[in-house]
């Protein structure tokens, strides 16, 4: 079992700069992906960002230059560096992780409860 723990969300205005953290306690799995997603009120969630355990990184072409996805391996934990956010980047922001049992060699995915993120113009 994966538990995430996400913060840093809240209210921001537009130009300003917000931090995510998401920690994942993975026990016994493999940690891999890690990313984030977002879904805004009437709308599919979508991929914001993720990245690898290798560091190679993946952006919504909507964030490219304003957001910055990191994480520490040591820690578990991916970050998500918001500059310049817009109103329009307001959303409820999910922590999304892939993880593979080094046993069976399964992958399973697993989601955080979503932290929500308000943009003021």
């Known amino acids: 079992q994966v538990q995430l723990v996400e913060s840093g969300g809240g209210l921001v205005q537009a130009g300003g700069s917000l931090t995510l953290s998401c920690a994942a306690s993975?026990?016994?799995?493999?940690?891999?992906?890690m990313g984030w997603y977002r879904q805004a009120p009437g709308k599919q969630r979508e991929l914001v960002a993720d990245i690898t355990s290798g560091g190679n990184t993946n952006y919504a072409d909507s964030v490219k230059g304003r957001f910055t996805i990191s994480r520490d391996n040591a820690k578990n934990t991916v970050y998500l560096k918001m500059n310049s956010p817009k109103p329009e980047d307001t959303a409820v922001y999910y922590c999304?992780?892939?993880?593979?049992?080094?046993?069976?060699?399964?992958?399973?995915?697993?989601w955080g409860q979503g932290t929500q993120v308000t943009v003021s113009s």
């Open positions: 999304n992780v892939r993880v593979q049992s080094p046993e069976t060699l399964r992958s399973f995915m697993y």
């Open positions: 993975a026990s016994i799995f493999r940690i891999n992906t």
